[in-house]
Protein backbone atom coordinates (compact mmCIF):
# COMPACT_ATOMS: atom_id res chain seq x y z
CA UNK A 1 0.00 0.00 0.00
CA UNK A 2 0.98 3.27 -0.70
CA UNK A 3 0.04 6.63 1.02
CA UNK A 4 -2.09 7.80 -1.79
CA UNK A 5 -3.99 4.58 -1.62
CA UNK A 6 -7.87 5.08 -0.12
CA UNK A 7 -9.01 1.93 -0.58
CA UNK A 8 -7.67 -1.82 -0.26
CA UNK A 9 -9.05 -4.96 -0.83
CA UNK A 10 -6.61 -7.99 0.30
CA UNK A 11 -7.98 -11.49 -0.93
CA UNK A 12 -11.23 -10.56 -0.11
CA UNK A 13 -13.73 -13.82 0.10
CA UNK A 14 -17.25 -12.43 0.48
CA UNK A 15 -20.79 -13.99 -0.44
CA UNK A 16 -24.35 -14.93 -0.14
CA UNK A 17 -25.35 -17.75 2.35
CA UNK A 18 -23.37 -20.68 0.47
CA UNK A 19 -22.89 -18.76 -2.67
CA UNK A 20 -19.32 -17.34 -2.44
CA UNK A 21 -19.42 -14.41 -4.43
CA UNK A 22 -15.84 -12.74 -4.58
CA UNK A 23 -13.34 -15.13 -4.61
CA UNK A 24 -9.97 -13.89 -3.47
CA UNK A 25 -10.47 -10.54 -4.70
CA UNK A 26 -7.46 -8.06 -4.39
CA UNK A 27 -7.12 -4.26 -5.50
CA UNK A 28 -6.47 -1.01 -4.87
CA UNK A 29 -7.98 2.74 -5.53
CA UNK A 30 -5.94 5.74 -5.53
CA UNK A 31 -7.27 8.61 -3.29
CA UNK A 32 -8.56 11.35 -5.21
CA UNK A 33 -9.41 9.39 -8.56
CA UNK A 34 -12.32 7.47 -9.99
CA UNK A 35 -11.87 3.74 -10.40
CA UNK A 36 -14.74 2.13 -13.10
CA UNK A 37 -15.47 -1.15 -11.89
CA UNK A 38 -16.57 -3.88 -14.93
CA UNK A 39 -17.61 -6.47 -15.18
CA UNK A 40 -19.95 -8.68 -17.23
CA UNK A 41 -23.61 -9.29 -15.81
CA UNK A 42 -23.51 -11.57 -12.13
CA UNK A 43 -20.04 -10.72 -11.89
CA UNK A 44 -19.77 -9.49 -8.63
CA UNK A 45 -20.04 -5.79 -8.98
CA UNK A 46 -22.64 -4.72 -7.16
CA UNK A 47 -21.19 -7.23 -4.71
CA UNK A 48 -18.01 -5.22 -3.89
CA UNK A 49 -19.98 -1.79 -3.29
CA UNK A 50 -21.69 -3.78 -1.00
CA UNK A 51 -19.20 -5.72 0.76
CA UNK A 52 -17.23 -2.31 1.27
CA UNK A 53 -20.22 -0.54 2.50
CA UNK A 54 -20.52 -3.20 5.35
CA UNK A 55 -23.64 -4.86 3.96
CA UNK A 56 -22.17 -8.21 3.14
CA UNK A 57 -19.11 -9.27 5.60
CA UNK A 58 -16.14 -11.10 3.98
CA UNK A 59 -15.66 -14.58 4.97
CA UNK A 60 -11.83 -13.87 4.50
CA UNK A 61 -9.70 -11.14 3.83
CA UNK A 62 -9.63 -7.74 4.69
CA UNK A 63 -10.71 -4.24 3.47
CA UNK A 64 -8.99 -1.11 4.22
CA UNK A 65 -9.86 2.38 3.99
CA UNK A 66 -7.02 4.76 4.54
CA UNK A 67 -4.84 2.19 6.03
CA UNK A 68 -7.29 1.40 8.50
CA UNK A 69 -8.75 -1.88 8.19
CA UNK A 70 -13.17 -1.60 8.26
CA UNK A 71 -13.81 -5.55 7.26
CA UNK A 72 -17.07 -6.45 9.08
CA UNK A 73 -17.31 -2.46 10.17
CA UNK A 74 -20.60 -1.36 11.42
CA UNK A 75 -22.56 0.95 8.92
CA UNK A 76 -22.34 3.76 11.87
CA UNK A 77 -18.09 3.57 11.98
CA UNK A 78 -18.13 3.25 7.41
CA UNK A 79 -20.49 5.88 7.57
CA UNK A 80 -18.50 7.68 10.46
CA UNK A 81 -15.34 6.82 7.99
CA UNK A 82 -16.98 9.07 5.12
CA UNK A 83 -18.33 6.76 3.04
CA UNK A 84 -21.37 7.03 1.14
CA UNK A 85 -23.42 4.93 -1.41
CA UNK A 86 -25.58 5.08 -4.20
CA UNK A 87 -27.08 1.77 -4.67
CA UNK A 88 -28.15 0.40 -8.40
CA UNK A 89 -31.77 1.14 -9.35
CA UNK A 90 -34.50 3.68 -7.30
CA UNK A 91 -33.83 4.35 -3.78
CA UNK A 92 -35.86 7.89 -2.83
CA UNK A 93 -39.10 7.72 -0.34
CA UNK A 94 -41.29 8.73 -2.88
CA UNK A 95 -44.24 10.32 -1.25
CA UNK A 96 -42.10 12.30 0.47
CA UNK A 97 -40.56 15.33 -0.75
CA UNK A 98 -37.20 16.20 -2.28
CA UNK A 99 -36.47 18.33 0.82
CA UNK A 100 -37.37 15.72 2.84
CA UNK A 101 -35.28 13.05 0.97
CA UNK A 102 -32.44 15.40 1.63
CA UNK A 103 -33.16 15.57 5.56
CA UNK A 104 -33.25 11.80 5.69
CA UNK A 105 -29.99 11.66 4.19
CA UNK A 106 -28.31 14.16 7.00
CA UNK A 107 -29.75 11.85 9.62
CA UNK A 108 -26.34 11.11 11.03
CA UNK A 109 -25.18 15.14 11.21
CA UNK A 110 -27.65 16.31 13.06
CA UNK A 111 -30.79 19.00 11.90
CA UNK A 112 -28.89 22.04 12.32
CA UNK A 113 -26.09 20.89 10.19
CA UNK A 114 -28.04 19.23 7.47
CA UNK A 115 -29.83 22.63 7.00
CA UNK A 116 -26.91 24.01 6.29
CA UNK A 117 -25.55 21.94 3.93
CA UNK A 118 -28.58 21.32 1.79
CA UNK A 119 -28.07 24.63 -0.15
CA UNK A 120 -24.73 23.56 -0.56
CA UNK A 121 -25.52 20.14 -2.22
CA UNK A 122 -28.66 21.73 -4.50
CA UNK A 123 -26.26 24.18 -6.39
CA UNK A 124 -25.12 21.03 -8.47
CA UNK A 125 -28.63 20.50 -9.24
CA UNK A 126 -30.55 23.49 -10.25
CA UNK A 127 -33.44 21.30 -11.47
CA UNK A 128 -33.82 19.63 -8.17
CA UNK A 129 -33.80 22.53 -6.56
CA UNK A 130 -36.49 23.88 -7.91
CA UNK A 131 -38.93 20.91 -6.67
CA UNK A 132 -37.86 21.23 -3.81
CA UNK A 133 -41.86 20.51 -2.11
CA UNK A 134 -43.02 17.86 -5.03
CA UNK A 135 -42.90 14.38 -3.99
CA UNK A 136 -39.80 12.64 -4.82
CA UNK A 137 -41.66 10.23 -6.95
CA UNK A 138 -42.77 12.91 -8.95
CA UNK A 139 -39.47 13.91 -10.31
CA UNK A 140 -38.35 12.63 -13.76
CA UNK A 141 -35.72 9.23 -13.54
CA UNK A 142 -32.54 11.48 -14.06
CA UNK A 143 -33.57 14.20 -11.16
CA UNK A 144 -34.15 11.46 -8.81
CA UNK A 145 -30.42 10.02 -9.43
CA UNK A 146 -29.14 13.49 -8.77
CA UNK A 147 -30.98 13.97 -5.65
CA UNK A 148 -29.73 10.47 -4.40
CA UNK A 149 -26.46 11.72 -5.41
CA UNK A 150 -27.07 14.71 -3.53
CA UNK A 151 -27.98 13.29 -0.26
CA UNK A 152 -24.81 11.06 -0.75
CA UNK A 153 -22.73 14.43 -0.88
CA UNK A 154 -24.66 15.66 2.42
CA UNK A 155 -22.31 13.71 4.38
CA UNK A 156 -19.32 15.83 2.64
CA UNK A 157 -17.92 12.06 1.61
CA UNK A 158 -14.41 11.04 1.15
CA UNK A 159 -15.15 7.78 -0.55
CA UNK A 160 -18.01 7.60 -2.93
CA UNK A 161 -19.46 4.34 -4.19
CA UNK A 162 -22.30 4.28 -7.20
CA UNK A 163 -23.42 1.67 -8.66
CA UNK A 164 -24.77 2.14 -12.49
CA UNK A 165 -25.83 5.74 -12.42
CA UNK A 166 -26.49 6.06 -15.70
CA UNK A 167 -29.38 3.71 -16.00
CA UNK A 168 -32.44 5.45 -17.13
CA UNK A 169 -30.76 8.36 -17.77
CA UNK A 170 -30.72 10.80 -21.22
CA UNK A 171 -27.09 11.27 -22.67
CA UNK A 172 -27.48 14.97 -21.22
CA UNK A 173 -28.35 13.80 -17.72
CA UNK A 174 -25.50 11.38 -18.06
CA UNK A 175 -22.40 13.60 -18.77
CA UNK A 176 -23.78 15.67 -15.93
CA UNK A 177 -23.49 13.11 -13.61
CA UNK A 178 -19.90 11.98 -14.61
CA UNK A 179 -19.01 15.59 -14.84
CA UNK A 180 -19.82 16.02 -11.68
CA UNK A 181 -18.24 12.61 -10.28
CA UNK A 182 -14.76 13.81 -11.89
CA UNK A 183 -15.46 17.19 -10.18
CA UNK A 184 -15.89 15.42 -6.97
CA UNK A 185 -12.71 13.16 -7.47
CA UNK A 186 -10.50 16.28 -8.72
CA UNK A 187 -11.40 17.89 -4.76
CA UNK A 188 -10.05 14.58 -3.17
CA UNK A 189 -13.07 12.75 -3.22
CA UNK A 190 -11.97 8.79 -3.88
CA UNK A 191 -14.84 7.34 -6.50
CA UNK A 192 -15.85 3.45 -7.13
CA UNK A 193 -18.13 3.32 -9.87
CA UNK A 194 -20.30 0.23 -11.74
CA UNK A 195 -21.19 1.74 -14.73
CA UNK A 196 -22.50 -0.39 -18.01
CA UNK A 197 -21.89 2.59 -20.28
CA UNK A 198 -18.58 2.00 -20.70
CA UNK A 199 -16.57 4.42 -23.06
CA UNK A 200 -18.29 7.50 -21.48
CA UNK A 201 -17.57 6.35 -18.05
CA UNK A 202 -13.86 5.62 -18.97
CA UNK A 203 -13.35 9.11 -20.55
CA UNK A 204 -13.98 10.49 -16.70
CA UNK A 205 -12.23 7.23 -15.10
CA UNK A 206 -8.50 6.93 -13.95
CA UNK A 207 -8.30 3.12 -13.52
CA UNK A 208 -10.52 0.37 -14.77
CA UNK A 209 -10.50 -2.66 -12.83
CA UNK A 210 -12.87 -5.80 -14.14
CA UNK A 211 -14.32 -8.84 -12.78
CA UNK A 212 -15.35 -12.01 -14.12
CA UNK A 213 -16.86 -14.31 -11.82
CA UNK A 214 -15.74 -12.42 -8.86
CA UNK A 215 -12.14 -12.20 -9.61
CA UNK A 216 -10.00 -9.43 -10.77
CA UNK A 217 -9.14 -10.67 -14.70
CA UNK A 218 -8.02 -6.68 -15.37
CA UNK A 219 -6.48 -3.48 -14.15
CA UNK A 220 -5.79 -0.48 -16.40
CA UNK A 221 -5.10 2.87 -16.54
CA UNK A 222 -8.90 3.97 -17.57
CA UNK A 223 -7.23 6.10 -20.75
CA UNK A 224 -4.95 2.65 -21.89
CA UNK A 225 -8.57 0.29 -22.06
CA UNK A 226 -10.00 3.39 -23.82
CA UNK A 227 -7.91 2.69 -26.66
CA UNK A 228 -8.80 -0.94 -27.21
CA UNK A 229 -10.91 -2.06 -30.00
CA UNK A 230 -12.06 -4.78 -27.81
CA UNK A 231 -13.66 -2.89 -25.02
CA UNK A 232 -16.73 -4.56 -25.42
CA UNK A 233 -15.75 -7.91 -24.20
CA UNK A 234 -15.68 -6.59 -20.63
CA UNK A 235 -19.66 -6.66 -20.40
CA UNK A 236 -19.18 -10.39 -21.88
CA UNK A 237 -15.83 -12.21 -20.17
CA UNK A 238 -13.14 -12.70 -21.44
CA UNK A 239 -11.50 -9.14 -20.25
CA UNK A 240 -8.14 -10.48 -19.99
CA UNK A 241 -7.21 -11.32 -23.19
CA UNK A 242 -7.31 -8.49 -25.75
CA UNK A 243 -6.64 -10.79 -28.89
CA UNK A 244 -9.09 -11.41 -31.36
CA UNK A 245 -11.18 -14.81 -31.13
CA UNK A 246 -10.14 -17.77 -32.11
CA UNK A 247 -11.76 -18.35 -35.84
CA UNK A 248 -13.97 -21.38 -35.34
CA UNK A 249 -12.59 -24.81 -37.11
CA UNK A 250 -14.36 -26.69 -39.23
N1 LIG B 1 -29.00 -11.01 -2.05
C1 LIG B 1 -28.49 -12.01 -2.78
N2 LIG B 1 -28.65 -13.31 -2.42
C2 LIG B 1 -28.13 -14.33 -3.13
N3 LIG B 1 -27.37 -14.16 -4.23
C3 LIG B 1 -27.17 -12.90 -4.65
C4 LIG B 1 -27.71 -11.76 -3.94
N4 LIG B 1 -27.32 -10.63 -4.60
C5 LIG B 1 -26.59 -11.05 -5.65
N5 LIG B 1 -26.48 -12.39 -5.68
C6 LIG B 1 -25.74 -13.18 -6.67
O1 LIG B 1 -24.39 -12.79 -6.65
C7 LIG B 1 -23.84 -12.77 -7.96
C8 LIG B 1 -23.20 -11.42 -8.21
O2 LIG B 1 -24.21 -10.44 -8.15
P1 LIG B 1 -23.91 -8.89 -8.29
O3 LIG B 1 -25.20 -8.20 -8.05
O4 LIG B 1 -22.74 -8.52 -7.45
O5 LIG B 1 -23.48 -8.83 -9.83
P2 LIG B 1 -23.19 -7.58 -10.77
O6 LIG B 1 -21.83 -7.79 -11.35
O7 LIG B 1 -23.46 -6.32 -10.04
O8 LIG B 1 -24.26 -7.82 -11.93
P3 LIG B 1 -25.19 -6.77 -12.75
O9 LIG B 1 -24.31 -6.27 -13.86
O10 LIG B 1 -26.28 -7.66 -13.27
O11 LIG B 1 -25.67 -5.71 -11.83
C9 LIG B 1 -24.98 -13.11 -8.90
O12 LIG B 1 -24.85 -14.46 -9.27
C10 LIG B 1 -26.22 -12.90 -8.07
O13 LIG B 1 -27.24 -13.78 -8.44
MG1 LIG C 1 -24.93 -4.87 -10.20
Do not use: W
Request: aromatic letters at 4%; hydrophobic letters at 45%; proline letters at 5%.
Amino acid sequence: MTTDTCIEFKDVVAGYKDFMILNNLSFQAKRGTITLLLGPNGAGKSTVLKTLFGLLKPRQGDILLDGVSVAGASQKALLAHGIAFVPQGRNLFGQLSVYENLELGGITLGMKTTHERIPEVLEFFPRVKQRLHSPAAALSGGEQKQLEIGRALLLRPKVILIDEPSIGLSPMVVADVFKLLRKLADQGTTVLMVEQNVKSALKISDEAIALESGRLVLQKPASELLADPHIERLFLGGAHTTAAPAAATV
